[in-house]
């Protein structure tokens, strides 16, 4: 079983820059494939970015540019750097792990391949 908990969320202005952190305990061999999701009131839970076990990153359209995803493995933890941040990101964000996917991760980033998750971190951006 593998735990995962998030922080670093708050309340920015539009166009602030806020980082989420993501540490993962339990069960872990490196190889399981990472990835960052947000749900609004009301909404469907998205997809923002995935990272696999050597660092290939992909990301939903609207966070290309803006969003980076990073993990360090040393550390166990999952990274979220938020830049320009809009009103419609806020949203409760949450980090997830897939541990079968031997290493890659599944397109396209949706709940479905992922096994386990936080409790969520709140990002509220004003306008």
């Known amino acids: 079983q593998v735990q995962l908990q998030e922080s670093g969320g708050g309340s920015v202005q539009s166009g602030g820059s806020l980082r989420l952190s993501c540490v993962v305990s339990g069960y872990m061999d490196g190889r399981e494939c990472l990835a960052w999701f947000r749900q609004a009131p009301g909404k469907e839970r998205e997809g923002v970015a995935h990272?696999?076990?050597?660092?290939?990153?992909n990301y939903a359209d609207s966070m290309w540019g803006r969003f980076t995803i990073s993990r360090d493995n040393a550390k166990s933890t999952l990274y979220l750097q938020m830049n320009s941040l809009k009103p419609e990101d806020t949203a409760m964000y949450y980090c997830?792990?897939?541990?079968?996917?031997?290493?890659?991760?599944?397109?396209?980033?949706?709940?479905?391949?992922?096994?386990?998750w936080g409790q969520g971190t709140q990002v509220t951006v004003s306008s």
């Open positions: 997830a792990a897939d541990r079968d996917g031997d290493g890659f991760c599944k397109l396209p980033i949706i709940p479905l391949w992922y096994e386990d």
């Open positions: 990272v696999d076990s050597d660092g290939r990153t």
